[in-house]
């Protein structure tokens, strides 16, 4: 079982930054692949940017040039800078963890980009 620890998530003005962190913790043998993803109210759930252990990386195109996905394998954490924030940028961020025999998300995180 693995536990996600999120956080980061808060209220910006457009234009600014915010970083996010997700923390994997608890029994696996190796995690496959970590990333963000997030839900707009009255949307579906879309992938934002994810990192495989052995592979790239890879950012939605909505998010390429301005999010930046990263992780510090000695802390099993992820990390996702987002710069120049728009207001369609507004949801709740889920962080998604794959390990050999888990599939786990955390809780999510807020963040409202807004003036």
């Known amino acids: 079982q693995v536990h996600l620890v999120e956080s980061g998530g808060g209220l910006v003005q457009p234009g600014g930054s915010l970083r996010l962190s997700c923390a994997a913790s608890?029994?696996?043998?190796?995690?496959?692949?970590m990333g963000w993803y997030r839900q707009a109210p009255g949307k579906q759930r879309e992938l934002v940017a994810s990192?495989?252990?052995?592979?790239?990386?890879h950012h939605a195109d909505t998010v390429k040039g301005r999010f930046t996905i990263s992780r510090d394998n000695t802390k099993n954490t992820v990390y996702l800078q987002m710069n120049s924030l728009k207001p369609e940028d507004t949801a709740v961020y889920y962080c998604?963890?794959?390990?050999?025999?888990?599939?786990?998300w955390g809780q999510g995180t807020q963040v409202t980009v807004s003036s």
């Open positions: 608890g029994t696996f043998i190796r995690i496959v692949a």
């Open positions: 990192f495989t252990f052995d592979a790239s990386t």
């Open positions: 998604r963890t794959i390990t050999d025999d888990d599939d786990s």
